[in-house]
């Protein structure tokens, strides 16, 4: 088993500075995340450059007319400030409180959820790996008062992971999620999905997950969509559960607003009726739709461009129709 | 006899309809065969698998504890007919 990878040693040096601020006073702690985050970006844009030449190419093989250096490279760097910001945030949860997250945070268009929770079926809620994304949505919302749950791959190490991961990395990272309600995504039928959203709650499942799973499993487990103009296969689980309990289906980004980053949270998205593969894939490009325009507007927040090795490769250049 | 076997051809056969139209949507082809490996095969998802177990709790009134769902018991059509009969005369 290997003892120790780079990339262990990456996350040890988020844990260790986020460490770093939370023995900050409160009242500083904020301030320093966004300085932070752009040191610890660049750094890690400049050490990592095989990770870099990754994402770059995965941005100009994906958005195509980015093909000058001079275009691409201030995104790549912005890509790497947001990656690290979002894990410094991560790892600083436990020690923000309401009032703090208040500071670079804010819920936009929350009536929607409000309403969508008055008729008491549940709420799926479905994001992506984009801004502050994940856990910072859950630990927001969940002080703010909903009943929320993630399902997340939550601290299983993958095979091969490291000796270092497996006992030091993983432990540290995910011991504050003992606040959150996690659901964990370990490949075995899990009821608690369905109970929770019987009992009215929140789900927060994140729908564009491309990992090797996603790839094999056949139709209409995952089905090719249309997304920035590839066709990519997705998860349809969040869709399916909305069929089956009916649920509605909410869509929320996470994006720049003039005080730092806004939970928005979009409308209901119109689900096909059609018992059908084609209905259900309808349901998926709606979804794969404002992703685009998404990630269309805000390139360097979709961290996708890096968690995929060859993510160009799973973004193919045909018809998703097929 | 004859009757045993007809209750585990109709238990098969509400099951197989569920997993083609319900779960498959459609998708699946022709009849599935009560044999043909469901969770190796591709056939059913961990959400697939939610789905049909609360399906032949709803539909045949019996509980599936949740030490009993392994691989074994819901590999097949007919591992899982033969799970239901078995809760069924319990």
């Not at chain 1, 844009?45 to 275009?71: C, F, I, T």
């Not at chain 1, 490949?187 to 929770?196: K, N």
């Amino acid at each position: 088993m290997t003892v120790v990878t780079r990339d262990d040693l990456l996350l040890l040096g988020f844990l260790a500075a986020a460490s770093g601020v939370r023995a900050l006073p409160r009242s500083v702690r904020v301030e320093c995340i966004d300085s932070l985050a752009a040191m610890l970006g660049t750094i890690w844009y400049r050490a990592d450059r095989r990770r870099a030449q990754e994402v770059r190419s995965n941005m100009q093989e994906v958005l195509g007319d980015w093909s000058s250096p001079s275009q691409v490279e201030p995104v790549v760097r912005a890509y790497f400030k947001n990656c690290a910001r979002s894990m410094l945030v991560n790892a600083l949860l436990p020690a923000l409180s309401l009032h703090d997250m208040g500071r670079f945070l804010r819920l936009e268009s929350g009536e929607h959820l409000e309403t969508a929770l008055a008729q008491k079926r549940g709420v799926i809620l479905v994001g992506a790996h984009f801004g502050l994304h994940g856990y910072t949505v859950l630990m927001f919302l969940q002080t703010l008062g909903y009943h929320l749950a993630i399902v997340s791959v939550e601290g299983i190490a993958p095979d091969g992971a490291s000796l270092v991961r497996r006992k030091v990395v993983n432990p540290v990272r995910y011991a504050f999620h003992s606040y959150m309600n996690v659901i964990a995504r370990t490949g075995a039928p899990r009821r608690e999905l369905v109970e929770w959203l019987r009992q009215g709650h929140i789900l927060m499942i994140m729908g564009d997950v491309l990992d090797a799973n996603a790839l094999t499993r056949p139709s209409p487990y995952v089905l090719p969509v249309t997304l920035l103009g590839r066709c990519v296969p997705l998860n349809t689980g969040p869709f399916r559960l909305a069929r089956w309990l009916n649920a509605p289906v909410l869509p929320f980004f996470v994006v720049p607003c003039p005080t730092g980053f806004a939970v928005r949270i979009e409308r209901p998205l119109p689900l096909s009726g059609e018992t059908s593969v084609s209905g259900l894939r309808a349901d998926l490009t709606a979804f794969a739709d404002l992703l685009g325009s998404h990630v269309a507007r805000y390139p360097a927040l979709w961290a996708n461009w890096g968690l995929y090795s060859g993510l160009r490769h799973v973004m193919h250049a045909s018809d998703s129709s097929n | 006899m004859a009757s045993g076997r007809t209750d585990a051809t109709a238990i098969e056969d509400a099951i197989g309809r569920f997993i083609a139209d319900d779960l498959l949507l459609g998708s699946g082809g022709a009849k599935l065969d009560p044999q043909e490996p469901l969770i190796s095969g591709g056939l059913v998802d961990s959400l697939a698998l939610v789905q049909l177990i609360v399906f032949l709790e709803e539909a045949f009134q019996i509980t599936v504890r949740d030490g009993e769902v392994v691989p074994e018991n819901f590999q097949t059509i007919r591992r899982i007919a033969a799970l239901v009969a078995e809760r069924r005369s319990q």
